[in-house]
């Protein structure tokens, strides 16, 4: 039977993490000390006066010769929680959670598909933005609900 | 080889616990209906507002023994005279799976005396809708003949009047 020592590179990378947690140790002042804290939860993305759902009503094509129908709508949002201030910048990424095969979605122009896509850089963190978004619904998609889903995240 | 594998994981794995990332979702609901769009693409006279529902046509002064409108010819008759033209009507569809529609006019209000009013051969009333054609095709411009035929008995006035066209998807 035959044992086989630490290669040097696994002694390093232990000596590394052992090395951070003493030195999260020593900042703390070498004390236990009690800190009041919500559970962690994952940061959000709030969409304000939409509840998360956003209804573009009876969408029926406007009589022009244009092949497509787009109904425009603005949406608020705030990344994390509310704050006086933009607390940092985010880059904020929007995709198709449930796409509906007959409509076009755009966020600022964007074209949306299943992959998300950069919609906009330096978005203030904390604070109530809007997005425009964009329904075109070409003249060949057949009548009846319309149901879609937008997903988004904020990457600080 | 391995040193540098080892702390490239490393780096990744500090990098990612470093990153905040917040995600939402945005439910969109609506209906999508269906609809059809009627204009009026040509008609003899003077027009203005081709392309558009509401479309006139200025024929000016007539006579039998005069100029034609613009747009008509003028036959004359033992007891009457016509004006001929055509009308261009098209009807566009939207968010719908009906292949072909039904063209009716009326007209707006009863004809002066000794005026007539037809297209496509039939003579049109304020009453009733006359059926221009049951098989109309989308996207195209059907184009009906237009009469309007005087008695030599009619009185010299207005004789202007509306023709209300009405379609429906078959």
Do not use: C
């Not at chain 2, 009716?104 to 009333?125: E, F, R, V």
């Amino acid at each position: 039977m035959s044992t086989r020592t630490p290669t040097p590179v696994i002694a390093a990378g232990l000596l590394l993490f052992f090395s951070l947690f003493l030195s999260l140790s020593l900042q703390a002042g070498g004390r236990r000390r009690v800190v009041a804290a919500s559970p962690s939860s994952p940061m959000t993305i709030e969409f304000l006066g939409t509840a998360g759902v956003l209804d573009v009503g009876r969408i029926a094509a406007d009589g022009t010769k244009r092949n497509s129908t787009i109904q425009t709508r603005t949406v608020a949002m705030r990344i994390g929680p509310q704050s006086r201030e933009a607390r940092g910048t985010a880059t904020l990424y929007a995709f198709l959670e449930i796409p509906d095969p007959h409509s076009i979605v755009r966020v600022n122009g964007v074209v949306l598909s299943s992959t998300p896509r950069v919609i906009m850089r330096d978005v203030p963190v904390g604070i109530r933005v809007t997005q425009r978004i964009e329904i075109e619904i070409p003249k060949d998609a057949p009548e009846g609900a319309l149901q879609l889903s937008i997903g988004w995240t904020a990457t600080e | 080889m391995k040193k540098l594998a080892f702390a490239a994981a490393l780096l990744m794995v500090t990098s990612a616990a470093l990153a905040d990332t917040s995600s939402g979702t945005l439910t969109v609901t609506g209906t999508v209906e269906s609809s059809i769009n009627l204009t009026i693409e040509s008609a003899g006279g003077t027009t203005s507002g081709t392309g558009t529902a509401a479309a006139t046509s200025a024929l000016g002064n007539i006579s039998k023994y005069g100029s034609a409108p613009t747009g008509f010819t003028l036959a004359r008759g033992a007891s009457n005279w016509t004006l001929s033209s055509t009308v261009g009507v098209k009807v566009d569809k939207a968010n719908l799976t009906s292949t072909d529609y039904t063209l009716t006019a009326q007209l707006g209000s009863a004809p002066a005396s000794g005026i007539d009013w037809k297209l496509n051969g039939s003579t049109l009333s304020d009453s009733a809708a006359t059926t221009l054609t049951s098989t109309g095709t989308y996207g195209s411009t059907g184009s009906y003949s237009w009469d309007v035929v005087v008695a030599d008995s009619a009185a010299a006035a207005a004789i202007d009047n509306a023709i209300n066209f009405t379609a429906t998807s078959n």
